[in-house]
């Protein structure tokens, strides 16, 4: 039926990290520890490859940000520490909803172009049908050990939406060693808002020689800032949940480990406020908004995850089974899309709100061998995913001004689309030592999906619909990266790579015309990258230095075909761009850290007519220019007590904001962040006070469309206003 396609997708529509990373000292170590330990920068260790290997020798963009980085940046959410990425970028609406972006690789659209993993976990939908690309996983950083970001495609070991890049978060393992225990509570108020509070708590036990247990719970109330006619702070909320991991290790050969992460998070509002969509200046005051009723979201996170290693001693066998959920349930309000609409048509003065509810269910198995050692480094694997999707969308028409339901309106438009998503894929990566200096990695991976959906509709906006659709899909990635070593502390390398994002059926009736398309296909991105990565003057000094080139073919966008909302392939993009990260260490306890990016990505074709981007247009939502300068500064002050201080400033260059038939891109101001810490430690005891947004930029970070707000205005997501907080800790 002409247009239920287009209404179910119009929902969808709708610290300082470097690789260098450095480890603030334990608690519990005394002066004299630590300031040795602060005299170098510590040697980061990371598995983007799938093996265990320093930072520096892995040929490819990677940042890693350690357990110690995040807590220096007090960081609780996404944005807190992805943002200060090279060229990374964060849209976020809500808490809950967010789309993450790597050099520049976004057109809006449904399917996600970055990737989420936990460990051997790959979270989230695969699909183009499932609000994948919105729904970003926007996991607790308590109990981590580090968290990789891999910038560029990332096809050939992690498989499907790694267009851009992908995100790893990597826990800390139990362990058998002894006890450790932690907890620390903080509190924080926000301007023009109100306090919210969180507290932490973990413990590792072992229970036996073989046998490790490691719990870990958090729950963290966030503090509102943004005001509508109900009342103020309506966009508060609270996230909270836990990981349980064991280990057991019955011979040296065999170790099993077994996990589940659960966390629950609950917004009441978003972050937006009303502006005018012309200057976008606020339109009812600042932090303000204008909404016939509530918007809360309520997110669900589960994670299932056993993983069996088993080493023959030349080889080493791996087994990954996980099963995975994500739920959402959306209140949104749609008065400015369809209030008029329905006041017109039953002459009652109404507005409209939206329910949403996605469900996404997901079972995969990764199984794989690795070389232990000798002249070629090599993995060879299969991976499989099959995963079940639920999208609902009811609109019921609404008193326009006190927001009550309308028994005689409910139901209104009732649109469903469930979905199946089925993968098979075999890969084979390795590493060639051809001399002692010069390294040749390369791999490749073949995916194919089957997938199958049908839609449901029913009410006067949506009509009765009952249609199915299947598709069938293949695609190839590779990469290719030979590097160079002059010497341990240094390496150079060229990387040629491919990521893809998977197509899918689109779901039409029968009678709809021939020029409709039955099914989109795979977008594609090849990268071209050359890099340098080095560690100076004792390690006391880290450098990397990147610049790539990605060429994005066949692009999936959400268009109009005949009158048909459906997703198409159209169109072409390139990104290109330049990112840096130095870190040094030019005295005692003294870290200075800078990184940056310049990306210039845009349209190399014309976008369909309906999307409305133009050849030579600039991609949604990322910045040419984007750095972010830290210094850290740690010192004993006694025998007992360790002193130490951080600030650190975020820069995010101008944007333009989604294409809009209506408006055009909107023209997006470039702002600042500047965040400070400073604190003691006296033994296991951490004490420390925090401010966020000193300066209390209002950087606007997503502009909606046309109907998004009421009374002819757009809505417009900003950044957190100023804050301050303290934290006391505490770690065994």
Known sequence: MRGTRAF??????????NTGAWAQQAPDAGPAAASAASDVLDEIVVTAQKRTERLIDVPQSVSAVSAEALQQAHAERLDDYFTRVPSAALVETQAGQARLILRGVNTGGVGATVATYVDETPYGSATSLANGAILTPDLDPSDLERVEVLRGPQGTLYGANSLGGLIKYVTVAPSTDGVHTAAEISTETVAHGDTGWSGRASVNVPLADSLAVRAS???RRDPGFIDDQRGKDINDGRTYGGRVSAL?????????????????????????????????????GDYRQARVVAQPNDMRYRVYNLTGTYDFGPVQLLSSTSYSTLFQDALVDVSGLYGDLLTGAFGVPLGASQVQRVQQRRFTEEMRLASTGGRLDWTVGGFYTRERNAIMQVINGVDNLSGAP??????????????????????????????????LTAGGRYSHNEQDAVQLGSGP???????????????????????FKPNEDTTLYIRVARGYRPGGPNV???????AVPRQFGADTTTNYEIGVKSEAWGRRLSLELTGFYIDWNNIQLFSSVDDYGVNINGGSARSRGIEASVTIKPVSGLTVSLNGALVDAALTSDAPP?????KGDRLPYTARYSSTLAVEYQRPLSGTVDGFAGVSWRYTGDRLSAFDTSYGQHHLSAYSQVDAHAGITMGPYRIEAFARNLTDSRGILDVGTAGSALDGNVTAAIVRPRSFGATLGFRY
């Open 8 to 17: 179910l997708c119009a929902g969808v529509a709708a610290l300082a990290v």
């Open 508 to 514: 039409l009736p029968p009678t709809a015309p021939g």
């Open 610 to 614: 309906l999307v409305g981007g133009l």
């Open 248 to 284: 057991f290790r019955p011979t040296d050969a065999l170790t099993l480990r077994g996990s589940v992460v659960v966390q629950n998070l609950d917004s009441n509002g978003t972050n937006q406020v009303d502006v005018d969509p012309i200057t976008l200046r606020p339109a009812l």
């Open 217 to 219: 719970g958090f729950y």
């Open 406 to 439: 309308i028994a005689d309106f409910a139901n209104l438009a009732d649109a469903r689309l469930n979905s199946r998503y089925e993968e098979y894929a075999g890969f084979a990566s390795g590493t060639l030592h051809i001399t002692d200096q010069i390294d």
């Open 461 to 483: 906006l949506a009509g009765d619909a009952n249609y199915t659709a299947n598709s069938s899909d293949g695609v190839f990635t590779y990469s290719v990266a030979p590097s």
